[in-house]
């Protein structure tokens, strides 16, 4: 842990929303690790963890890994060195239960949440962008097959590695995501809201739009960060 201000910034929006691609924008921004709990977790599964392995059941349903399991990984990689002046969180916390969690340990630490970076987009299109969602099994990079000339033999154009449809983004487990978001996630949202820490920014336009307002935000927010 590094001495000082130690803030994190957070990504917050449901299942589909765009975390991932507008979070591998802003990390380039504020040069401070991108952690997605999603990938950590599914990173635990191709290593056959004891972590990975009781997720596994949870994730394929669209149901939340228990706060205990998931809190603990994220403060595992919060102690990490290149996490020393902070990290950009993303896809946690989920639950109230994780936001308390996540408030006591930055405390400790003399440090807080700088910004919630809020994505929002209507469920409706949600469910569309999810269906048609691949990931690459190797760089986890997402495409959508109605966006994106993608491949005949089905290979990521970024690395080669395949591209699959992850399990939760089928239709049923894409339903029960969202319900889950709706229900568990919106009061994370409300509990930095009333600490006036949320941005939310219209996550339904173009990428390239929704960079340049994430960006706007992380300069009036997180100055000491961003570069330029
Ligand atoms: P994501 O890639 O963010 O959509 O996450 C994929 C799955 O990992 C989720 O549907 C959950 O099963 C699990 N997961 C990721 N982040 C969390 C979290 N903060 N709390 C509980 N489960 C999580």
Same mark, same amino acid.
């Given at each position: ?24 924008? $802003?990390?380039?921004? %504020?040069?401070? *690790?991108?952690? #997605?709990? =999603?990938? &950590? /977790?599914?990173?635990?599964? @191709?290593?056959? +963890? ?23 990984? $994220?403060?595992?990689? %919060?102690?990490? *060195?290149?996490? #020393?002046? =902070?990290? &950009? /969180?993303?896809?946690?916390? @989920?639950?109230? +239960? ?27 299109? %949600? ?102």
């Amino acid at each position: 842990m590094g001495s000082g201000k130690f803030s994190v910034t957070l990504m917050i929006g449901a299942p589909g929303a765009g975390k991932g691609t507008q979070a591998r924008y $802003v990390r380039e921004t %504020l040069g401070i *690790p991108h952690v #997605a709990t =999603g990938d &950590l /977790l599914r990173e635990h599964r @191709r290593r056959g +963890t004891v972590l990975g392995r009781t997720a596994r059941a949870y994730m394929d349903r669209g149901d939340l890994v228990p706060d205990d399991l998931v809190v603990k990984m $994220v403060i595992d990689r %919060l102690e990490q *060195p290149d996490a #020393a002046n =902070g990290v &950009l /969180l993303d896809g946690f916390p @989920r639950t109230l +239960t994780q936001a308390q969690a996540l408030d006591v340990e930055l405390s400790a630490r003399g440090g807080g949440v700088a910004a919630a970076l809020f994505l929002d987009v209507p469920p409706g299109v %949600l469910v569309r962008r999810l269906s048609g969602r691949r990931m690459c099994d190797g760089c986890q990079s997402t495409y959508h097959v109605d966006l994106h000339d993608l491949p005949a033999d089905g290979t990521c154009p970024e690395c080669g590695e395949h591209l699959v449809q992850r399990r939760d983004d089928q239709r049923s487990a894409v339903a029960r995501r969202i319900a889950i978001y709706l229900d568990q996630t919106t009061p994370v949202l409300d509990h930095y809201r009333s600490r006036g820490l949320v941005h939310r920014v219209d996550g339904n336009r173009p990428v390239e739009q929704i960079r340049s307002d994430l960006l706007c935000v992380l300069r009036r927010r997180v100055p000491a960060l961003v570069a330029s």
